[in-house]
C-alpha cells in the first residue's frame, strides 16, 4: 500500500539555520509528490510539487526514487516559515486521491 | 484570489443526528473532494466528484456518507447518523482537471465535534 512517512513531528530551528523536513515514501510506480502548508489559522495550500521543480519561497524539493524520498530544504530559515508541513503523494493518473503524511511543524525562534 | 468557502466552521451534534457540511469550490474548477483530518492524525482522502456522481471514494466513505451537489454552486457532504469517532475537521477541495499532477485548493475546513 502506498504510504506517507515524515518522521518528525516538530523541528525547531533558529532563524537563519538551514532547515531539512524529512518525506519518505512508498509506491511502486512513478508518483507525484508534493509538499503542502498550512500556516496559523490558514487553510491547506500547496507550497510546491516535484513536477515543477520550482522554488518557493527558498524552500525546495528534489524527488530521489533510489530513496524514495522527497525531502524539503530551505538553506536559511525564516520566522515566518513557521508552520505545518504536509508532504503528499499522488498516484497522477490512476487515482484521484492524495496521500498525506502525518505533518511536521516547523518552529523558527527569532 | 479564489477560494473553496466551507461552511459552517464548527458544528457541534450529538452522537446520532444527521450533520451536513457546505462547501462552495472555485467556480470553473470541475472535480470536488472531501478530505477529514481526525485531532493529531493524518489528513486522510474520503471521495471524489466529478460530472454529478462519485469518481472514487475510500473505505471510511461507507453507507452513513454522501454526497451531493444539489445547485450549480454548492457541494455538500452528509453524515446520516454520526458517531463519536466522526468528530474531525473535514476539508472541502476543488481542482480544475483530475487530480494528479494537478493542485488541489482547500477549504479552511469544517470542524465537527459529535458528543
Known amino acids: 500500500a502506498q504510504r506517507v512517512t515524515q518522521p518528525e513531528k516538530l523541528l525547531s530551528v533558529f532563524k537563519g539555520a538551514p532547515v531539512e523536513l524529512k518525506c519518505n515514501y512508498s509506491?511502486?510506480?512513478?508518483?507525484?509528490l508534493f509538499w503542502y502548508v498550512q500556516y496559523s489559522r490558514q487553510r491547506l495550500q500547496l507550497l510546491l510539487r516535484?513536477?515543477s521543480r520550482e522554488s518557493i519561497k527558498g524552500f525546495t524539493a528534489d524527488l530521489n526514487k533510489g530513496e524514495t524520498s522527497f525531502h524539503l530544504k530551505k538553506p536559511f530559515a525564516q520566522e515566518e516559515d513557521s508552520a505545518m508541513y504536509y508532504c503528499?503523494?499522488?498516484?497522477?493518473?490512476?487515482?484521484?486521491?492524495?496521500?498525506f503524511g502525518t505533518g511536521t511543524r516547523l518552529q523558527v525562534f527569532p | 484570489e479564489p477560494e473553496v468557502t466551507q461552511t459552517p466552521s464548527h458544528q457541534v451534534t450529538q452522537m446520532g443526528q444527521e450533520v451536513i457540511l457546505r462547501c462552495v469550490p472555485i467556480?470553473?474548477?470541475?472535480?470536488f473532494y472531501w478530505y477529514r483530518q481526525i485531532l493529531g492524525q493524518k489528513v486522510e482522502f474520503l471521495v471524489s466528484?466529478?460530472?454529478?456522481?462519485?469518481?472514487?471514494k475510500s473505505e471510511i466513505f461507507d453507507d452513513q456518507f454522501s454526497v451531493e451537489r444539489p445547485d450549480g454552486s454548492n457541494f455538500t457532504l452528509k453524515i446520516r447518523s454520526t458517531k463519536l469517532e466522526d468528530s474531525a475537521m473535514y476539508f472541502c477541495?476543488?481542482?480544475?482537471?483530475?487530480?494528479?499532477?494537478?493542485?488541489?485548493?482547500f477549504g479552511a475546513g469544517s470542524r465537527l465535534t459529535v458528543l
Open positions: 477541495a476543488s481542482s480544475e482537471v483530475r487530480q494528479g499532477a494537478n493542485v488541489l485548493t
Open positions: 509506491y511502486s510506480g512513478s508518483p507525484e
Open positions: 516535484h513536477i
Open positions: 503528499a503523494l499522488s498516484e497522477a493518473y490512476n487515482t484521484d486521491k492524495l496521500i
Open positions: 467556480s470553473n474548477h470541475l472535480y
Open positions: 466528484f466529478y460530472n454529478n456522481e462519485i469518481s472514487e
